[in-house]
């Protein structure tokens, strides 16, 4: 039932909620500004916020300095890599939670949602070590497989309470209609969730995206995607606020359209299940 | 063919045995019918048939081979489930098709057969709907033409009209005995409306708590019930069933007299009683009679309408032929 609530309390509401968001935005947002002013505007005291000789300079030297193509790609091929795999993956792990629980299928979902309260760097060490033997320290590869495990526990729980939703009854029919587990999960499970997949692929590729501990510990050169790209902007060259802002304007700005136009979906897909 | 059989089947959850050691033959196309009280593992029964269940010690043969192992995708049976289980995100010609696509049979062979189902079941119109856009009777007849596709031994159906109207219900309660008239195809139906089990079957399977307490034709379960479980099960309305003196004149413990086989009359006869609420159907009357002496209520149908009012003092008189007497553990006495 809706609740009356008066023209004055609304527009209270509207100004607390649009401060609350502004607040979160403005870190961005004064990043976003500051690639466009001169370094000397980007440290002045008191910090100029509009009102500052507008320039491109900062993105033309970045530009020029690195090759901001090679990182986005590498960027593209982790994030895109550990998503799909994870998917693989999840998607048959969270059909056995859903459809054939055990008595233990809660515990497992605990427990492996719990890993991703262990402090990463806890893990950095061993991890480091198997890379090195295994040749895989600064290749796209070993990080694809790095950040899909560390997803993965996100993944599957996501995807757990979207096929939590489809009635069983509708598997058992594929079932007596003669299909195999392989043809029950391609042509029946997929196609019904793929609202919940979709949203859960998005989720994790802007999670990977983002994910800075291993990419800057794992990677030099060869591998380097967008956060190493912004890292090697912030201390051997001093602080020059600009040229940085500039540099993590461009490493966010793919992540933050994608994840404008797909805000809908996310929404949706965060939200999924918890309201029934 | 479709010849079922069920050799010593049991199934436990766990500790809990929800069927316990059970015998029973379903002979190629017949149509049979599991009935009894919610929670009496009619279902657990049926899918134990499907496969959708495994059975924890005995064994299901079908046509004579034994299918105890054998995935419900390769038994060969159709199913039709309670809820539909369509799947939504398919047309309905493409719902229909799928089993035959899972058979790997040829696309003009699919097609053929698509229409073929489409056209008995009067869904011709809907095929390019998808089940969202399909009214509950409708769905009803898109579940039933995926299963009389793949010509399945048996067809195994899970109270598929509970969720229809009552108008509907009625009305593919006629379409599914049809179906099965043309089709003589084994057929094997789980309700809990002994209605439906009356009017459809060939061989009704009374259960409760697992345990089948009686097989036999409709009329053999109202004639001659087993026990006073199936006497009060089968028939409606129920079989009033009265233990006492008026039971031990008769050499039994509890009597039992159909509703049906009771005579009323205003001025004489063995019982009387005062007329509480009187059911009208127009066709016939069913009277609620207390203060006995019997039992707390007698039920009594009459023919038509009879100008009893509540609070009358009427008299009944039972057809003694038709009396059925059981002994002290509701076992029917000869």
């Avoid at chain 1, 890379?131 to 495990?149: C, E, K, N, P, T």
């Avoid at chain 2, 081979?65 to 809820?83: E, I, W, Y």
């Avoid at chain 2, 089968?234 to 007299?257: C, F, W, Y």
Wanted: proline share 5%; hydrophobic share 45%.
């Amino acid at each position: 039932m809706a609740r009356a609530v008066s023209t004055q309390r609304k527009a209270l509401n509207t100004t607390v909620a649009w401060t609350i968001g502004l607040l979160i935005f403005f870190p961005i947002l004064w990043t976003i500004l500051t690639s466009f002013k001169t370094e000397a505007q980007a440290i002045a005291s008191p910090p100029i916020f509009i009102g500052f000789d507008w320039t491109l300079e900062n993105y033309a030297v970045v530009q020029e300095r690195s090759n901001y193509m090679r990182f986005l790609w590498n960027s593209v091929i982790i994030a895109g890599g550990s998503t799909i795999l994870g998917i693989i993956i999840a998607v048959p792990a969270a059909w056995s939670m859903a459809f054939v629980p055990s008595k233990r299928t809660k515990d497992i979902l605990l427990w492996m949602l719990s890993t991703k309260m262990l402090p990463a760097v806890g893990v950095l060490y061993p991890i480091y070590l198997l890379f090195i033997q295994m040749g895989l320290l600064d290749s796209r590869a070993g990080l694809v497989v790095v950040l899909m495990l560390i997803n993965l526990p996100i993944i599957v729980w996501m995807l757990y309470t979207y096929f939590r939703e489809i009635p069983g009854e509708i598997l058992e029919a594929a079932r007596m209609d003669g299909a195999s587990l392989r043809e029950e999960l391609l042509y029946i499970l997929t196609p019904m969730a793929v609202p919940g997949i979709a949203s859960t692929l998005l989720l994790n590729f802007i999670l990977a995206w983002n994910e800075a501990f291993w990419t800057l510990n794992l990677t030099a050169v060869d591998a380097a995607p967008l956060t190493a790209f912004i890292a090697s902007y912030s201390s051997p060259e001093g602080l020059f606020f600009a040229k940085l802002s500039a540099a993590s304007t461009m490493a966010i700005a793919p992540i933050l359209i994608l994840g404008w136009f797909s805000q809908k979906q996310l929404v949706r897909g965060l939200t999924f299940g918890a309201v029934k | 063919m479709g010849r079922i059989q069920l050799k010593k089947v049991t199934k436990s959850f766990g500790e809990v045995e929800v069927i316990p050691p059970l015998d029973l033959t379903i002979e190629d196309g017949e149509f049979t019918v599991f009935v009894g009280p919610s929670g009496c593992g009619k279902s657990t029964l049926l899918r134990l048939i499907a496969g959708l269940e495994d059975i924890t010690s005995g064994h299901i043969e079908i046509d004579g081979t034994d299918a105890t192992n054998v995935p419900p995708a390769k038994r060969g049976l159709a199913m039709v489930f309670q809820s539909y289980a369509l799947y939504p995100h398919m047309s309905v010609r493409k719902n229909i098709a799928f089993p035959l696509r899972m058979a790997k049979l040829d696309q003009a062979e699919i097609e053929r057969r698509v229409n073929g189902a489409a056209e008995v079941l009067n869904l011709t119109d809907y095929l390019d709907r998808r089940p969202g856009q399909l009214s509950g009777g409708q769905r009803q007849r898109v579940a039933i033409g995926r299963a009389i596709v793949r010509e399945p031994a048996a067809f195994l159906f899970d109270e598929p009209l509970s969720n229809l109207d009552a108008a509907l219900r009625v009305g593919m309660r006629l379409e599914i005995s049809e179906l099965h008239k043309r089709l003589e195809t084994t057929m094997i139906y789980v309700t809990h409306d002994q209605v439906e089990a009356m009017t459809m079957a060939d061989k009704i399977v009374v259960l409760r708590a697992g345990n089948i307490e009686q097989v036999g034709s409709p009329l053999d379960l109202y004639h001659s019930p087993r026990n006073t479980f199936v006497a009060g099960f089968i028939g409606s309305p129920k079989m009033n069933l009265v233990e006492g003196p008026e039971a031990q004149k008769r050499d039994a413990h509890t009597m039992g007299v159909r509703p049906e086989h009771i005579t009323v009359s205003d001025s004489d006869g063995l019982w009387s009683g005062v007329v509480g609420v009187a059911e009208h159907l127009g066709s016939d009357t069913f009277f609620h009679i207390h203060e006995t002496g019997l039992a707390d209520t007698i039920t009594v149908r009459v023919d038509g309408e009879v100008s009893f009012k509540h609070g009358d003092r009427i008299h009944l008189t039972p057809r003694e032929d038709v009396i059925h007497r059981f002994d002290g553990k509701g076992l029917r006495l000869a």
